[in-house]
């Protein structure tokens, strides 16, 4: 059973940094595209940035320059470093994994709390 199980959230002043990790089990993490989602109290989830297995990256107008999303497969690891945070980035963050063999093999993490307020 492939889980992928998020840690690193908490509550940060305005302006302070976080990150979070993504811990994929199993032997094929490198194959996966891993994205990063999150949803605020009565708002739609958001995709917030993304990695392709090859390492290309993508991310929401709203968070570039702040957040940078990276991977390290030996570690089985995706990472999201969060910069100079915003209270409208309140929301619990969740990892998603796609499969680049078969998009039908896809993976939620269970989400981790992010909350920005002095």
């Known amino acids: 059973q492939v889980q992928f199980v998020e840690s690193g959230g908490g509550l940060v002043q305005p302006g302070g940094s976080l990150r979070l990790s993504c811990l994929g089990s199993g032997s094929t993490f490198s194959y996966f595209t891993m994205n990063w989602y999150r949803q605020a109290p009565g708002k739609q989830r958001e995709l917030v940035a993304s990695i392709t297995s090859g390492g290309r990256t993508n991310y929401v107008d709203s968070v570039k320059g702040r957040f940078t999303v990276s991977r390290d497969n030996a570690k089985n690891t995706a990472y999201l470093q969060m910069n100079s945070l915003k209270p409208e980035d309140t929301a619990v963050y969740f990892c998603?994994?796609?499969?680049?063999?078969?998009?039908?093999?896809?993976?939620w993490g269970q989400g981790t709390q992010v909350t920005v307020s002095s």
């Open positions: 998603y994994a796609v499969s680049d063999f078969d998009p039908r093999f896809d993976y």
